[in-house]
């Protein structure tokens, strides 16, 4: 599951989302490490969707449904190779 959070300092405006693979491991607050005295607070997102994505084989394109949380999981792990 891929979380959003934002610091609750409203003179600091850093956001992250982390990504957590159980339920149980996510957590409410987290410290802020760019301004150091703000708490990172969980945002409330968007329930989890299917998504409608069309493929082309080059034979045939067809629709294929996708669960966003995979799309989201795909761009986290995208992201932490360029890293």
Do not use: H, W
Request: glycine share 8%.
């Amino acid at each position: 599951m891929m979380i959003k959070y934002v610091c609750n300092n409203p003179d600091c405006n850093n956001n992250i989302s982390k990504y957590y693979k159980t339920a149980k491991d996510i957590v409410g607050f987290l410290d802020c490490g760019q301004c150091g005295t703000g708490k990172l607070e969980r945002t409330i997102g968007a329930p989890s969707a299917k998504s409608t994505q069309f493929i082309d084989d080059g034979n045939q394109a067809r629709k294929v449904e996708v669960m966003n949380a995979v799309v989201e999981r795909e761009q986290q792990r995208m992201k932490d190779k360029e890293e």
